[in-house]
């Protein structure tokens, strides 16, 4: 098989695949998730098994930990989830009310601005009613819709399944994989993939455990603060903060917004953002060096980049990809540009240097 073909036969295949994720995206989602489980939880697996525990009591005990560990911290979570949705639903007009306040001299500024034929269009109070409506019907919309409780239904009866069959056969289908890789690029091959492996496990074993522990810090640092929803708003502020910049940035203003709305003084204020800037310092200093480590190779920005692709083009299904498409493709990028520095496209026509010079003369 010559070069041309072999491109040929990898770009389709390739071509194929991406056809195939999209046609069925509405589907893989357990698929997915199962596998990153297995993926996350093979490590424990392979510990089980050191401990002279077969493979499959090693999956069983390891999976069901996993899951009574994220059901106690579901059944936790809900009560407190619940009560703030409670106080939500009680304190919003209120909070309502006090921005309409703050806003009228801006409004009022504006009106002067635009003119009578703008001033119908500034009717903050109609503007938020008319927010609530859509709001309240795309809740309606989505807790009533038949396919999203089939994917959640399928979510949380198919990946447990998926996850089992994967993590207890992983080292097999490693095994096989390997197997099927041409035997001239085979060592190439593996070498790329040892380099994923650890790129992913760095970035997502490692940022997980620092979003939860982020989730935590923030969660209790706001309760403590007085902050109103702090549990919720700390707890998505550390989960969303593998996305870089993004949990800080939106938790932060969030949380400022709500306490210059709920607290009268300046002092409740300052603490809501000495929170966190603590947890800012805290994952820059001591996390992000120790659990995460500085050779990941996935820049913030193209992880940002990834995740808004991934979602535009595969929706849920392109969030849970994101990082490890965007892991094996900088991974493979800069395999192919170290290949390219030192072929002759790169150095051809480059004159010899003094030494080599003084050397042929001589």
């Known amino acids: ?112 601005w635009l003119g009578n034929g703008g001033a119908e269009e500034l009717n903050l109070s109609a503007i938020a009613a008319k927010a609530g409506e859509w709001l309240i019907s795309v809740a309606g919309q989505v807790l009533s819709g038949g396919a999203a409780l089939a994917n959640l239904l399928s979510l949380l009866v198919i990946t447990p399944i998926v996850a089992f069959y994967l993590l207890r056969d992983w080292d ?50 706001l309760t403590l603060a007085g902050l109103d929803f702090g549990v919720i708003i700390g707890l998505f502020s550390g989960l969303i903060s593998f996305v870089p910049f993004v949990g800080s940035i939106f938790g932060g203003l969030l949380s400022i917004g709500l306490a210059a709305m709920q607290f009268d003084s300046l002092t409740p204020i300052a603490i809501v953002a000495a929170v966190f800037v603590a947890g800012q310092a805290i994952e820059g200093n001591f996390l992000t060096p120790n659990l995460v480590g500085e050779a990941v190779g996935l820049h913030p920005v193209w992880v940002i980049f990834a995740l808004l692709a991934g979602g535009a083009l595969f929706g849920f299904l392109g969030i849970l990809i994101a990082v490890p498409v965007a892991a094996v493709i900088g991974v493979l990028t800069r395999f192919a540009l170290s290949r390219y520095l030192v072929s002759p496209l790169h150095l051809h026509g480059i004159p010899p240097s003094d030494d080599e010079t003084d050397t042929e003369g001589r």
């Open 172 to 221: 097999r289908i490693v095994a096989a994989v390997d197997g099927w890789l041409p035997r001239a690029q085979a060592k190439t091959i593996r070498e790329q993939a040892r380099i994923i492996d650890e790129t992913l496990a760095s970035f997502v074993r490692g940022q997980g455990s620092v979003c939860l522990i982020l989730g935590g810090f923030y969660a209790v640092g």
């Open 1 to 112: 098989m010559t070069q041309r073909e072999r491109l040929t036969f990898w770009g389709a295949l390739l071509i194929a695949l991406v056809i195939a994720l999209y046609v069925l995206k509405g589907v893989l989602v357990p698929f997915v998730a199962g596998m990153a489980i297995a993926y996350f939880l093979d490590p424990l697996v392979d510990r089980c098994e050191r401990l002279r525990m077969s493979r499959t009591a090693g999956t069983t005990v390891v999976l069901l930990g996993f899951f009574c560990a994220g059901l106690g911290v579901m059944l936790l979570l809900v009560p407190l989830v619940q009560a703030q949705a409670v106080l939500l639903a009680k304190t919003l007009p209120g909070y309502l009310e006090r921005l309409l306040a703050f806003a009228d001299p801006v409004v009022g500024m504006a009106r002067t």
